[in-house]
């Protein structure tokens, strides 16, 4: 009988029912194995993807990039805030973790269990059917099975139980490791699934990406009388913030819009400021580190006879003092002549010439215009602070010739905002009666595409020192001799010194010491480094150019440090901030040219130069040096330890907290005191490491370190091209065949980041070269409280909060109400504390307005008065009541701008003003803002507005705050 092939009818009862139960049983084990076999590679996959998370998480917490996570306490401050946040935040991702581990465990006993299940129920069949051998090899397949499940069922356990283990001591070490490393920065090295590095930046390093309406800069020249262009550096085009996040609003309508003063225009000044009677004159100067008992003072003299002297002692003497190794009694020695050469060598008195400064700037950079006729330029930073800029306008504006101000469409801490200068400019008349000596440089704030350990403020806000120095050069055509000023916008000197500084002589050589002038880029025996690519020139391992042009890179300001208002002042008794800084424009410098003298007195020798590797203090190496055949090559030096150039001058680089004056708790050791005689103790020094911070009381301003081991960048192209010098002038130096950037020595190669890995200058370095640090030299002084630090200086409590919500001290608002932010503005203002921090109370003085001439202009710059200073303290063994009184009445000066406008300025006066008592444009209606007249105002409405009026009336007034902040 034939078979059909793959038909078990052949078969019969009990054998057929066998064979169909083995078939079954086969494909029910193989369905199994399958299903196994797929799910384990989800679970395989789906651990290792919770695994690589884990290490991504751990590795995130635990692999900071500085090993030893040394931050300065600033900064520890600025992220302590959100340390809790974050611990419980990584808590919660690793309790996460746990829960998903034990999930897991459940899930695989669950597997277990189903497969367990399966078998018992095939074992019972077979149990049934159990007089087959077949049957019963199945059934010791299945127990072999059974006993292969269990053991991954416990071996499973046991590695879940593991996991948690080490999951629970990693989250235990985690929390402390990531405790403390919070506090110093939010920049963590991780690695990747394939093991590479990669950099998670924290909060502030890119530009917020949060959407906001944008406005579009459109801009237009606008050429002063002597053809230069003055919105040369606006970017046309650039984005930035709208006002009040709506793309059609104007800049009058922004919600904390103030008003001008009514009828704003320049402070105009008498003549025996603006052209003083130089003997008449006596600067007096502090030490910036150390003890000073008794200021020193410098008598001031006239230009031309400065030049005459030099002439003779060129022709009589010639010898080259070492003011590098002077005392500060020599160099500040009143009856002996201090070389110093102008460069300029024609006496007779320039005519007034009202074509004199478009032929100056038309001039080539070698030729060195009239020292008497020099210029000065103010260099400053700009955010909001539109209160503080009307005062600055109006008190320079006589003084200064130009205005350069940085504005940016972010802040340095990354946050999006309006160019609220840049709109005021090109949209009101506001700043009309100043509008022909402003201009206005806008940048954008650098993307950080690399960590730093000062966080990524610090280094947005030092190339923006550097930038606003060599765009604003540029911008005005500085020349030989002119001066310039760089700060911030609340750092204010007084106004009658620049003009004794600009107009009078006798002082230079205390920065630049011998001095000198540059030589005929025409004459081929003129050597420039810039220009000649085969001459040596040492650079530090930022990348600046050593050379002895200067013998302080600055001098500086020592100015009160005042917080909210006049009254309330950090010590009453010496100067705690040395800023802004002053420093002359060097041609030679500019155009790489090398000094005739040196200022330790010894002539400048260019083979002993370029012979001389290294010395006690040069430790750097050389950019060019030259093979036997005659090609460039780098001699690989690198430097180590870039702390302090060879002249003794502290480098940006060099570990210095390069502004960060106040302690992160807004503390300073106030040991700065004065006796009862008013002079200077012997234990009152100005502390070194102790300053007020100098950034709107924030310290904004601190240098990056780049711990001197990185490569200095060889390259020697000129990476700022004439393209750039676009002002309206009728001659450019190229054109004179100098081959050069008449700039370049003032320009550093490479701004696209902070890393410093160009050449050239560091403008930033100015102003940290007036730190009171423990290196700094003991004959590097400041101008004796010769300038006020107006911190917080706002109006009222939105100008507050727009303005502290740029900094990265704000982190201690954040989780606040808006209401909450407000109090806790009010209460730190009404308790004269700092606005963020720990500080206690800062002490208060009885500001008045001042009413005679000597409260008004009080005689700090008298040299019959230092004269008799000097003769009392040396008489009354360190006593002089001349000291004590004239002391208390410097305490006590405002800006003119201030005291002649005490309504406008109200706030800074009396600091209820803008909280329980209304100002001025609070009271009076919109549309007489520019027009009214104080003087005719109803006595009821000044008795609101005017601030020390009616003082008796007001004791008594119950305190409140307004609900319309």
Known sequence: MAVRRGCFCHLKGKTRFIAVFIIITILVLQLIHNFRKIDNKDLVNEIDQKHIKEI????????FIDGKSTFDEIENKENVNNEAEIKKEINNEQDDNNEKNNEQENNNEGNNEKENNNEENNEKENNNEGNNEKENNNEENNEQNNDQNNDEKINNKESNEQNNEKNNEEKNNNKDKQANEVKNNKITKVKGKKGKKKVLLGPGYKIEDKYTEMHIVKKKPYFDKYGIDLNQYIMDGMINK??????????????IYTPPCPHLHPIHYPEEILNPVCEDIAVPFIKIKGRTKLPYYLRLREITSQMKKFEEWKNNDGEVPNYRGQSLNDILDNDKYHPYDYGYYNYEKVEDDENYYNKVIQSPMDEVPDPRRRRMFSMILFNSEFELLDIYLSEYYEIFDYFIIYESNATFSGYKKPLYLTRMLLETNRYEKFRDKIIPVTLPVLEMKKPNRRGPAFPREHLAR????????RAVNARHGDIFVHGDLDEMPKARLLSYLKKCGGWEH???GIGGAPLSMKDSDTKSYIRDKTLPVKVTGNGKYKIDYNLFPALSFNSFFHEYSFNIVKNPNTGNIFHPNIAIFDARRSLGQYPEFQNNGKEFDLDNYSNQDKDDNDILYKRHVINSDNNEVDDGKVDVDDNMDAYGNIDADGNIDADGNMDDNGNIDADGNIDDNGNIDADGNIDADSNINDDDSIDNNNDTNND???TTN?????DISHTEYNGKIYYTDEDREMGIDPYQGYTYTDNTNPDRKGEGFLGETLRFSTKPVKDRKDNQIA????????SSFLPNIGNFMNKFQSYSHYNEFKKLSEEEKKQKIIDRIRSHRYIFGKGGTLPTVNTRIPKTEEEKVPSLYSYEVWKTIHEEYKKNNGKSSTLNSLNKIVLLEMPRQVWENPICYSYMIDREFGLSKELWWEVIPKDEWSTVDFNKLESSILDEIEPQRNIK???NNKRFVKDNY
Not at 56 to 63: G, M
Not at 242 to 255: G, L, Q
Not at 466 to 473: A, T
């Open 708 to 710: 001197g081991d990185d």
């Open 714 to 718: 060889n390259s020697t192209e000129n």
């Open 466 to 473: 550097r930038q606003v120095i060599e765009k604003g050069l």
């Open 953 to 955: 009336k007001n004791k």
């Open 783 to 790: 101008f004796y409280k010769s300038g006020w630090h107006m």
């Open 510 to 512: 205390l920065q630049m």
């Open 242 to 255: 709208a006002i009040n996040n709506i793309t059609d609003r104007k800049i009058e309508d922004w919600d």
């Open 56 to 63: 991504d998480i751990n590795l995130s917490n635990n692999s």
